[in-house]
């Protein structure tokens, strides 16, 4: 089973907005058997609309269409559904009550005629309750193909894809199992990682497909495995994840993409009731992001002081000014210092800080543009190491929150020996 996914609206086509709809379509999809055939997002233009359409029909299952069903002039969808299935615009009593609900009972206002023609859709269309907003989803098929159309707004969207969608197209349609399993690795490049696993990639099974997927410092290896068995998929995924663990398993540190390595780190703190602390220069506190985007990280993570201004190190962290003077704001002896002092003032067990020269100009060091310090504050002791990142400001930056966790990962695995 096939599907297409559009997006509509000009916003996307500019990069005003990006467009964060088809990644939750597809994931959503993806996980009942449906194969997504591409990703196509276009103009609120009319032609460009009925000429997608053409283009689609009978040539996948389902066209799932986000965008262009708000109120006002600029949003066409419906009024191009009507045109291309033949079919006029009718006021859906059900629709126009929640529509007039929602809006008096919750902005506590009268509905305007412009609400209320939220309820207008075509006549022959399967309307989609939106229970959280004015704008209702419309599934209508033609010949072998099936147009759905959900509202831009993501909430809403999501709404209908859980609580509509999904339900119905189980429902409708017989599927194949897609079983995806995939294995975070940290520390080594794509092409050092498929070195190291080529003769097991080349004896995987044919129902089996290998995808890299690189990032700086990180590489995922999703299993992919399509059928109608669910039981030998999931069986021959299994095994043939184990025997990967036997090959690389010093650079796996997770699986799942709910499993990186913030889950992992924040999982082996709570179960040993440790703490930590950052000291931040040149990533800016994005550490501390990644760290605090986690569920539960409050019962490890105590807080960041994000000292990017050399003064800010001294006159928050207790950094001696000769010091700096001495070694440069980027070296060794300055990330250790700020790794002791964020752990010794935040009462922490364990503390990164980074500093370093990300670009494109140098600051206040003369280091090299892309050098990092890092350093890593044990129970025990400071462990800090110096990289060369590259270029661009970007992948210096990414690179280092990614070595910080590994190196953390490493430190508190090795306290637990």
């Avoid at 196509?40 to 262009?68: A, E, R, W």
């Avoid at 989803?137 to 759905?148: A, C, H, Q, R, Y």
């Avoid at 590489?219 to 039981?231: H, I, N, W």
Wanted: proline content about 4%; some cysteine.
């Amino acid at each position: 089973m096939k599907a297409t996914i559009v997006t509509i609206g000009d916003e996307i086509l500019i990069g005003q907005i990006i467009d964060s709809n088809s990644s939750f379509i597809a994931k959503s999809l993806d996980k009942i058997g449906v194969e997504i055939s591409e990703m196509i997002s276009i103009s609120d233009n009319k032609k460009h609309i009925l000429d997608t359409f053409h283009k689609l029909q009978n040539q996948v299952d389902l066209v799932i269409i986000t965008g262009g069903l708000g109120p006002t002039k600029d949003d066409i969808t419906k009024k191009t559904f009507c045109d291309y299935f033949e079919d006029t615009l009718a006021i859906n009593p059900k629709v126009e009550a929640h529509v007039i609900d929602l809006i008096e009972r919750v902005m506590q206002r009268p509905a305007s005629q412009m609400n209320k023609d939220q309820a207008l859709l075509p006549s022959k269309c399967t309307v989609l309750h939106n229970q959280v907003g004015t704008a209702p989803g419309m599934w209508m098929k033609k010949e072998n193909t099936v147009f759905i159309s959900l509202p831009g707004v993501p909430y809403e969207m999501k709404y209908l894809v859980e609580n509509e969608i999904i339900p119905r197209v189980i429902k409708e349609y017989e599927r194949p199992y897609i079983i995806h399993k995939t294995i975070l690795t940290y520390g080594q490049g794509e092409s050092l990682v498929a070195e190291r696993i080529e003769d097991w990639e080349n004896n995987l099974p044919e129902c089996i497909k290998l995808a890299y997927l690189p990032s700086p410092g990180r590489v995922r290896l999703r299993l992919s495995a399509r059928g109608t068995d669910k039981e030998f998929l999931e069986k021959s995924i299994e095994d043939n994840v184990f025997s990967l663990t036997k090959i690389i398993g010093d650079i796996i540190v997770g699986f799942e993409d709910n499993e990186t390595i913030e889950v992992v780190l924040g999982r082996l703190l709570t179960s040993n009731k440790q703490t930590i602390s950052l000291a931040e220069s040149c990533t800016g506190g994005k550490i501390s992001q990644v760290i605090s985007a986690v569920s539960g990280a409050s019962k490890y993570y105590k807080g960041a002081v994000v000292c990017y201004d050399s003064q800010v190190k001294i006159d928050i962290l207790g950094i001696p000014e000769t010091l700096i003077k001495e070694h440069s704001v980027v070296s060794a002896q300055i990330a250790t210092a700020m790794a002791l002092q964020v752990q010794k003032r935040l009462k922490t067990d364990y503390a990164i800080a980074t500093t370093g020269n990300a670009g494109p100009e140098k600051g206040d060091s003369e280091a090299e543009i892309g050098t990092v310090f890092i350093a890593i504050a044990t129970p025990k002791e400071v462990i800090v190491e110096e990289f060369n990142f590259g270029q661009p400001r970007e992948k210096v930056i990414d690179r280092a929150v990614n070595k910080a966790f590994e190196m953390l990962r490493k430190e508190i695995l090795k306290n637990l020996l």
